[in-house]
């Protein structure tokens, strides 16, 4: 059976890895076999567990493995060819060498190669529970979205037995003043084609496979996390939860931090809106930093307060956007919502939907600008949003 699958993204420094290990370290103590995996090239996992780990999965303790993946190693197990032939082609036409070296890796290409280790742990049956500590936002994710592209362009354009690209070898030389990649970088190619479209498949699996969107209670964080959320629910990957980190307590009041708590409060308001019904995990800022199993336990333990860390904690893609001709449609989860007015409000690209005294704030993707709402229905737990292409305002 597939492992549970759990990925947290966020900006930076809001606490991926404190959350991921916490996260981690609770599964294990509960008898799941588990292993937390960083791809962040800035490995922080050691220092979070104040223990040595390893490329390969370590034992940190309490029955847990850690795995910083090293993407350098990916990288010459996946894409060595590739940079071969790319390398040569940009060092014919004057680049040098280290320029040569580092352009052969695509924007992003570090961590998809780290992200591929997942995909072996996943396959392996060693593990129950996989968590991932992700580099911030969730660029590697929208990167994972390609691969239906890359699998009809290689169908397409190269065909099954790539006979454009060996009719094409001979000529390329001569006309287009290219190299063709050879044989093995080219098999390496479809290789890494197949790869991404298996990893696409495994996180798009949402019966074991989500994501998990860390924030503090910031304006600009949550701001990222919500367009982030949009992105995801976009692309068809489930967020199960939300966690907010480094909540002012009650103590604060009357303090210096008061004034923060009263700006936190209309976060958390936000959050609680904007991500509705997806649920909502807190976190108290502590006294001292997350860092030892000691600390990591006590983030768990106000995390997972009388919930499974390892659970789905929500188990349904909460937007869905179709793109016709001219016209758009937005279906969004309002479980809770059975009738009553609708009002819709569009601000840049922001969607203020109010129904029964409800309010949610939606960040719509930048391919929706030119678009206004046109309609609102309420179907079933959901609520449709039809948009139709703006008229150009006439002087
Ligand atoms: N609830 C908390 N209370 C106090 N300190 C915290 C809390 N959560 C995290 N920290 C501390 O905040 C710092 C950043 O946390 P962490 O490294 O987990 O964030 P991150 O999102 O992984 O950062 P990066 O984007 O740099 O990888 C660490 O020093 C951590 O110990
Ligand atoms: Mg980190």
Redesign the pocket.
Known sequence: MAPRTILYTGKGGVG??SVAASTARRCASAGARTIVLST?PAH?LADSLETAVGGGPTAVGGGLFAQQVQAQDELERHWSAVQGWLGGVLMERGVDRIAAEELTVPPGGDELFSLLALKQHAESGEWDVIVV?CAPTGETLRLLSFPDAARWWLDKVLGRENALLAAARPFARTFLDLALPDDKAFAEIQALVGNLVAMHELLRDARHASIRLVMTPDRMVVAEAMRTFTYLNLYGYLTDAVVVNRVFPDEVEGTYFGAWRAVQAEQLALVESGFAPVPVLRAPYFEREVLGDEMLDRLAGELFAGVDPAAVLHDRVTQELSLGKGRAELRLDLPFVSKGDVSLKKIGLELVVRVDGHKRTIMLPGALAGYRPASATLDDGSLVVGFEVQEPVRA
Request: no cysteine; charged share 60%; hydrophobic share 0%.
């Open positions: 991926k890895t962040d922080s500590d």
